[in-house]
């Protein structure tokens, strides 16, 4: 991931969610999009080596605005993990992606999401926005989507220089052990 871009997007996420604890985001740092795996060489060349992604694995969709992959250390999957835990749900794969343009440019980062909702729907996801109460950034926006018998959870944040897309796949709650 670029190097500038990383604090902002943490920062933005931490901001959005409930505290985090050191102990519980490190204990979380299994689940990156690439299964648990560090990021290769070519990933960490640098911002000219960078490459973006075609699409979601997760949804099988592609992106019209193709994003970087960004790598979790176990934020993003805390983050997630609390959102859906809001709507009785819980995350099982993860995928993290990025997207820059020129500061303050929100034609730019409405056409990024706009034409990443349209490329769900294009495959055949069902969206909709919901809320979670543990989200607490008023920018950040909680999608759902529904297509055959599989769920969904995306989060948008955007910034004023860049924007996240987090999205998991999602199965139903475990009730709790009594």
Do not use: H
């Not at 960004?70 to 609390?82: A, I, N, R, S, V």
Request: proline share 6%; aromatic share 8%; hydrophobic share 40%.
């Amino acid at each position: 991931m670029r190097g500038w871009m990383r604090p902002l997007i943490l920062s933005a996420l931490i901001l959005g969610a409930a505290p985090f604890t050191a102990g519980n985001a490190l204990a979380q740092n299994a689940g990156n999009q690439n299964g648990g795996k560090p990021a290769t060489g070519k990933e960490n060349a640098g911002k000219e080596a960078q490459k973006t992604v075609a699409g979601s694995a997760i949804a099988q969709a592609p992106f019209a605005e193709q994003p970087f992959p960004l790598q979790d250390d176990g934020t993003y999957k805390e983050f997630m993990g609390m959102a859906a835990a809001d709507i009785s749900r819980r995350c099982t794969k993860l995928e993290s992606y990025g997207w820059e343009f020129k500061k303050g440019d929100d034609t730019r980062r409405d056409q990024i999401l706009d034409s990443t909702l349209g490329g769900f729907r294009k495959a055949g996801w069902k969206l909709g926005e919901v809320k979670a109460r543990s989200i607490r950034d008023p920018g950040t926006t909680i999608y759902t989507g529904e297509k055959a018998k599989r769920q969904l959870l995306a989060a948008w944040t955007p910034m004023e220089d860049a924007a996240i897309l987090l999205l998991c796949e999602t199965e139903a709650a475990q009730p709790p052990k009594k």
